[in-house]
């Protein structure tokens, strides 16, 4: 009996392709609506613009060469709206800096309400020798218009694979993600309590201090403390404060009996140095997030480069897009990304730490160095050739296949 069905079931399944043709063959003919009539699209073109063209409202002095960019909707580009976030994400922004096409990720200060009154808030500090940040700093100014995507990355807040608790590791300028955080919070549109150890020369240093000791004052939910690493041996700390470093050992005299969560955001030497405290608390791997890099440098020095190899100085790197090739010269220090910036070809890029895969290429031929730490590679990207080229740093002459910039 079992034999006859399954034999009546193939015959049904042979027959679909025919009836299937025929269906087709005897269908009136008519073009699809456009996409912009579906309403699930426009509601996803207004969540997760591909670009957010914005215009700076007003510039904000923070701390000593740290300056708050309250961007607002350029109209006039399209942009009718910005676009909602969750607390701890960032922009990418495309700039044109002395003709270079770049890109630069900033996290977003502001709270997420904050796009409901039609503003979105980044806050941008000097780096000595930073190509990008003293050309905002020196050039930006009310009316100046910004090219930024929608908003982008996982270092927020999830319920469900995070913690209740939430301890938060802040370095310099790394506090911006967390003020987001916390305004959140306070607003009542996050659940969480947000321990910060907030990592700082000295107290005058610390941006945003005041308005986050404010936020604590009228939250329960949220606590700031204040670690300071310039303090002369014989001084005391100032009352609330920590002295030193951010340590496992000061990480366990905040955290709770409990589960904990600990999210950290600053300098590469910040994320170094953590790199031999965060193992010592023993944590589940779920419960520790770190925000994105940023761009690394001098390649030399970082974990597994190839001691051994004979790498030139310069390098060769042919690029393949849409049928044609450039060549361009590249130094072995500059990651392939920077070197085809330099060399005025636009490529991809948002993250720019190796994690959102924007910049994805295929490598033709050559070697290349890519730190385990920042590898975000599928085993398919590893097999088939497949590179970041934000993360990876010319060992000889290279060809690579680089997808067209928006």
């Not at 990418?92 to 979105?120: F, Q």
């Given at each position: ?35 912009d009539s579906y309403s699930a699209n426009r509601l996803a073109e207004v969540l997760h613009p ?284 500059d990651s392939v990304l920077q070197s085809l910036e330099k060399g005025g070809i636009a490529c ?59």
């Amino acid at each position: 009996m079992g034999t006859n069905l399954d034999q009546v079931k193939i015959a049904d399944f042979t027959r679909l392709a025919a009836t299937r043709a025929a269906h087709i063959q005897n269908a009136v003919a008519r073009s699809f609506p456009a996409a912009d009539s579906y309403s699930a699209n426009r509601l996803a073109e207004v969540l997760h613009p591909a670009h957010q063209h914005l215009v700076v409202r007003t510039v904000t002095d923070i701390a000593d060469d740290m300056k708050c960019y309250t961007l607002a909707p350029d109209i006039e580009a399209g942009t009718e709206q910005i676009a909602w976030f969750s607390a701890g994400q960032y922009l990418s922004l495309n700039l044109d800096v002395d003709g270079m096409k770049v890109t630069r990720a900033y996290s977003i200060s502001s709270s997420p309400r904050s796009t409901l009154a039609g503003t979105i808030e980044i806050s941008v500090k000097r780096v000595p020798g930073g190509l990008v940040s003293n050309h905002i700093l020196d050039t930006w100014k009310p009316g100046t218009k910004v090219d930024a995507s929608g908003p982008l990355g996982t270092f927020t807040y999830e319920r469900l694979r995070d913690a209740h608790t939430v301890i938060g590791l802040a370095g310099g300028s790394g506090i911006t993600p967390f003020l987001s955080m916390a305004r959140a919070i306070a607003e009542g549109d996050e659940d969480f309590d947000l321990i910060l150890l907030y990592g700082s020369r000295s107290l005058k240093e610390m941006a945003y201090r005041d308005e986050l000791l404010e936020l604590a004052r009228k939250s329960a939910k949220v606590k700031v403390v204040p670690v300071l690493s310039d303090l002369a041996e014989d001084e005391k700390a100032p009352a609330g404060c920590e002295r030193g470093f951010i340590t496992a050992r000061l990480i366990r005299a905040y955290a709770p009996d409990g589960d904990y969560s600990v999210f950290a955001c600053g300098s590469q030497a910040m994320y170094r140095f953590l790199d031999t405290e965060l193992p010592k608390l023993h944590l589940r791997r779920k419960f520790i997030r770190r925000e994105l890099m940023g761009e690394l440098h001098e390649p030399k020095k970082l974990a597994g480069y190839p001691e051994d190899a004979n790498v030139p100085e310069t390098v060769s790197i042919t690029v393949v897009r849409e049928g044609t090739k450039e060549v361009v010269t590249g130094s072995a220090d500059d990651s392939v990304l920077q070197s085809l910036e330099k060399g005025g070809i636009a490529c991809p890029s948002h993250c720019r730490s190796g994690a959102c895969g924007w910049c994805h290429s295929r490598l033709v031929s050559g070697d290349v160095f890519c730190p385990k730490s920042v590898d975000g590679r599928r085993e398919a990207d590893l097999k088939f050739g497949y590179i970041h080229p934000c993360v990876s740093f010319p060992l000889s002459d290279l060809e690579i296949e680089v997808p067209r910039a928006e």
